[in-house]
């Protein structure tokens, strides 16, 4: 479907026209309709399904067809990181290029003449605030941020913000809201707890799900079935024999990204680390450091499975089995891009092994089991009935302090 057969607005159109936007996504040609008709909405899309000018192209047409006051906060849009708000705030200016629709990103990690223009922005009112919901409740605590007439709210990635502890910052933001808002929400997969924040903030939404897409086919996927113990002994033992260059590790919390990240640089390799512990600055100076080749390796919870532009990634290492089938989609699809190819390799410990499973039958097709080195000693089967085997028990002082990560947890970045 063309956006000329379900968008009205000649200025809109033209913005696309000049953007090379003429065919609707999935996710577009579902989504549009009942966002133009006042829904609320529930939709399930992954990144790099054109989500953001799902929601963005109607609010934007509703703004000017439907003379919305300017002075007003009209539309927010909450984002869980800063690079997301500033990437919805690029496409944002490129669709209302031709219209009177004016916007602002609200982040933080700014200087003070930021956040002080942030301040005079928000107390003259703009159209559309994309913000982060730290920022944005910063603002509100002032009390000079009204959002009483905010017209349209969108929750882009709600599942990355719910995992990230936005949730009681969200309910904040909501409750300066009018009740008669419409909402939309937005998430890549579609746990408990979205769906309990869902019945929460929306009102008899329209539903729209994108079946996750599956990794591209040039990714050789690979996985080791092994204990807890032997995942570092065998990661050193890949770093040794293969020199790492643009290597991801992935694992499941920030202090095991730490420890994990402390204990690989004692082997001098060129080590950054990715957590929500780290503020905005630190993390831009991580990610610089690994485009421009003076970091090898960055060890990183799911803070940046999404939303990072990285072209050349050479290996993505789930150091632990994401929590989230389509999670895994999202951290292996960080290698082979821009048609290039890619390795991503998975350590599956005993209590990991059915939550891969989940992946296998999302994939549809069974990942490769490499065999664990001999000398690591012997390695747990695959299969529901194994027997319990003796474990490897010589690992690293990282291995011996934190048996607590054998416990299942929640992910926490």
Do not use: W
């Not at 579609?190 to 086919?217: C, F, G, R, Y």
């Amino acid at each position: 479907m063309k956006f000329e057969d379900i968008l009205t607005n000649d200025d809109l159109l033209d913005a696309l026209y000049d953007m090379h936007f003429d065919e609707c996504t999935p996710i577009q040609e579902l989504a549009i309709p009942p966002v133009l008709e006042g829904r609320d909405l529930l939709a399930v899309a992954q990144t790099g399904t054109g989500k953001t000018a799902a929601y963005l192209l109607p609010v934007i047409e509703r703004l000017v067809n439907d003379n919305y006051p300017q002075e007003n906060v009209n539309c927010v849009v909450m984002a869980p990181t800063r690079e997301l708000a500033q990437q919805i705030d690029r496409q944002m200016q490129g669709f209302s290029y031709f219209m009177p629709v004016s916007s602002m990103a609200i982040y933080g990690g700014t200087d003070g003449h930021t956040y002080e223009q942030q301040r005079k922005g928000l107390k003259m009112g703009a159209d559309v605030v994309i913000a982060t919901p730290g920022r944005l409740l910063a603002h509100l605590s002032m009390g000079y941020v009204d959002l009483s007439k905010v017209s349209f709210f969108v929750l882009d990635e709600a599942d990355r913000m719910l995992d990230m502890g936005f949730i009681d910052d969200i309910m904040k933001i909501v409750s300066h809201m009018p009740k008669n808002r419409q909402t939309l929400l937005f998430s890549a997969t579609m746990p408990p707890k979205i769906q309990q924040l869902a019945s929460q903030i929306l009102t008899d939404p329209a539903e729209v799900k994108i079946a996750v897409s599956k990794p591209a086919e040039k990714i050789r996927q690979a996985a080791y079935v092994c204990y807890e113990t032997q995942k570092l002994p065998i990661l050193e033992r890949m770093f040794k024999e293969n020199p790492p260059r643009r290597v991801i590790v992935f694992s499941s919390s920030k202090q095991k990204v730490k420890e994990l990240a402390r204990t690989l640089r004692k082997k001098n390799i060129k080590i950054g680390e990715m957590h929500s512990d780290l503020d905005q600055n630190m993390r831009e100076d991580v990610m610089l450091k690994f485009k421009a080749g003076r970091i090898n390796v960055v060890v990183a919870t799911d803070i940046i499975s999404r939303g990072i532009d990285i072209d050349n990634i050479e290996t993505v290492i789930n150091y632990d089995v994401p929590h989230e089938a389509e999670d895994y989609v999202h951290r292996i699809g960080r290698t082979a891009r821009a048609d290039r190819e890619g390795s991503a390799f998975t350590f599956i410990s005993e209590k990991e092994r059915s939550r891969f499973r989940t992946i296998e039958r999302l994939l549809e097709k069974e990942v490769e089991k490499l065999a664990v080195p001999s000398e690591l000693g012997e390695a747990p089967a695959y299969g529901d009935a194994a027997p319990r085997q003796k474990k490897y028990r010589r690992g690293s002082g990282l291995d011996r302090k934190k048996r607590k990560y054998n416990r299942p947890h929640k992910t926490n970045v």
